[in-house]
């Protein structure tokens, strides 16, 4: 069949790729084995996704991500972000699964950004953000600071727009063993991809990530899937170990959200004065 198809022109092509795709979105949507908080639609079963794929990663309807459903049951189930009061809400790199949901709920106070990304509101450089302090009730960024040449200065950054009250969710990508590896000296994008994982990583964080976050002056309290959800839940939802860790900054003890699962570590010094 392939010999077939090879020789048609491209006009001829297009239709039975776009027939062959749907078949196969239908074949991982038919089925309620898996759900997906963030639409809230089952499937039969997450489609793969990654550089090297990863099995039961994406949904087939809204596009979300492991970490994406994991996000969303953890605002959800343990924050304040939609109790209908209002909050200033600064969301960079936005995820198209998610950002039409934020707008749709919170409203004007939203506020995507991102330096490269037309789609977003703003144009933000996160080591220099144009607001003033204690700007945001929340900030969400996820998968940016592995970007980022100078990540310390961005969580200040970070950290100085963030209301004394407010709460902050800043994920990474955790794949190096032990302590975080960076070298600026690579830029050489074959050599990043070998190194970092991808061509515009500059590093691989570490169990270590939490004592930067801390030394911008965040307390850091981390929670798991298995904190917001059973073992079936965890199938269910897709949340393998992909999804990693949720990490809750915020400047105070008091702003850390209710329930177990996100013990917050030791105070930073720079809070205590």
């Keep these: 069949m392939s010999r077939v198809t090879a020789r048609l022109p491209e006009y001829a092509k297009r239709p039975l790729r776009r027939l062959r795709d749907t078949l196969k979105d239908f074949a991982f949507a038919a089925g309620t084995a898996r759900f997906c908080p963030?639409?809230?639609?089952?499937?039969?079963?997450?489609?793969?996704?990654?550089?090297?794929?990863?099995?039961d990663a994406r949904c087939i309807h809204c596009g979300s991500l492991e970490r994406h459903r994991l996000l969303w049951l953890f605002m959800t189930d343990r924050t304040d972000l939609f109790d209908g009061l209002a909050k200033r809400v600064l969301h960079v790199a936005p995820e198209k699964c998610l950002e039409g949901k934020f707008k749709e709920r919170l409203g004007d106070r939203y506020l995507s950004a991102d330096l490269f990304n037309p789609r977003a509101m703003v144009r933000m450089d996160i080591t220099d953000i144009k607001y003033d302090d204690e700007t945001f009730d929340v900030i969400y960024c996820s998968h940016v600071l592995e970007h980022v040449p100078d990540d310390r200065k961005a969580m200040r950054e970070l950290y100085r727009v963030l209301k004394r009250t407010g709460w902050a969710i800043l994920l990474v990508p955790i794949s190096a063993?032990?302590?975080?590896?960076?070298?600026?000296?690579?830029?050489?994008?074959?050599?990043?991809?070998?190194?970092?994982?991808?061509?515009?990583?500059?590093?691989?964080?570490?169990?270590?990530?939490?004592?930067?976050?801390?030394?911008a002056g965040f307390i850091v309290g981390t929670t798991h899937a298995s904190?917001?959800?059973?073992?079936?839940?965890?199938?269910?939802?897709?949340?393998?170990?992909a999804c990693g860790e949720i990490y809750f900054c915020t400047k105070h003890p008091e702003s850390a959200p209710p329930g177990p699962g996100c013990v917050p570590g030791p105070r930073p010094d720079r809070d205590r004065h």
Excluded: N, W
């Excluded at 963030?38 to 099995?55: E, L």
């Excluded at 904190?227 to 170990?241: E, H, Q, S, Y």
């Design 38 to 55: 963030v639409c809230r639609r089952t499937s039969r079963r997450f489609t793969p996704f990654g550089a090297v794929p990863r099995a």
């Design 177 to 215: 063993a032990q302590r975080t590896f960076e070298d600026p000296q690579i830029v050489d994008p074959a050599e990043r991809l070998r190194l970092f994982g991808q061509e515009d990583h500059v590093r691989r964080y570490g169990p270590d990530y939490v004592d930067r976050l801390r030394e």
């Design 227 to 241: 904190d917001l959800t059973d073992g079936k839940g965890v199938i269910r939802m897709g949340l393998t170990a």
